[in-house]
T-cell receptor
Framework: NAGVTQTPKFRVLKTGQSMTLLCAQD?????MYWYRQDPGMGLRLIHY???????AKGEVPDGYNVSRLKKQNFLLGLESAAPSQTSVYFC???????????FGPGTRLTVL | QQPVQSPQAVILREGEDAVINCSSS?????VHWYRQKHGEAPVFLMI?????EQKGHEKISASFNEKKQQSSLYLTASQLSYSGTYFC?????????????FGKGTRLHILP
């Protein structure tokens, strides 16, 4: 039982490049989330999904896109990376909106 | 709307008590508490639903005053392992598309 996994763990991009972060969970959770964490800002919700095929915007969605084609996977895409997107990205999943969120180990992204 | 946590940081000696507060300007359905150790992912502590209940987890407990839209996390006889950043998250309305909005966190450092 791996829980929530994220790939990659680290990535360095140049401004304007694109990339996709993959989140996978093996707990059969309906809800999945993408957060970014910056010093002094806490955890800010980017996008989330309440089930396979659904996505919704969070607090800071601009510059990101997501897809949930399979229940166990939640992809976060950056079409044209900007230095302001340098951050640590966490994925999480939960059974429902009121249940425990299980977080992945994080992806540290640097945009030069 | 992001909840406000206070204090932003606190330093204690082992065995001392601490209180971390979380307040919102909006009516709340639930409050969630997580702890994050340096370099790790956030880990769930507890959920409090509206109704003013108090919950406990080892020597860590919390209360939720829905009328004041506030929650407090109590750490008694603190241990070195309690060091980390504590986040509260709030849910304003319970429906299928609702999500947790986290505060900026409170850094807790326990000295031996």
């Amino acid at each position: 039982n791996a829980g929530v996994t994220q790939t990659p763990k680290f990535r360095v991009l140049k401004t304007g490049q694109s990339m996709t972060l993959l989140c996978a969970q093996d707990m059969n959770h309906e809800y999945m989330y993408w957060y970014r964490q910056d010093p002094g800002m806490g955890l800010r919700l980017i996008h989330y999904s309440v089930g396979e095929g659904t996505t919704a915007k969070g607090e800071v969605p601009d510059g990101y896109n997501v897809s949930r084609l399979k229940k166990q996977n939640f992809l976060l895409g950056l079409e044209s990376a900007a230095p302001s997107q340098t951050s640590v990205y966490f994925c999480a999943s939960s059974y429902s909106g009121l249940n425990t969120q299980y977080f992945g180990p994080g992806t540290r992204l640097t945009v030069l | 709307q992001q909840p406000v946590q206070s204090p932003q940081a606190v330093i204690l000696r082992e065995g001392e008590d601490a209180v971390i507060n979380c307040s919102s300007s909006k009516a709340l359905y639930s409050v969630h508490w997580y702890r994050q150790k340096h370099g790790e992912a956030p880990v769930f502590l507890m959920i409090l639903l509206k109704g003013g209940e108090q919950k406990g987890h080892e020597k860590i407990s919390a209360s939720f005053n829905e009328k004041k839209q506030q929650s407090s996390l109590y750490l008694t006889a603190s241990q070195l392992s309690y060091s980390g950043t504590y986040f509260c998250g709030t849910v304003e309305v319970m429906n299928r598309d609702d999500k947790i909005i986290f505060g900026k966190g409170t850094r807790l450092h326990i000295l031996p």
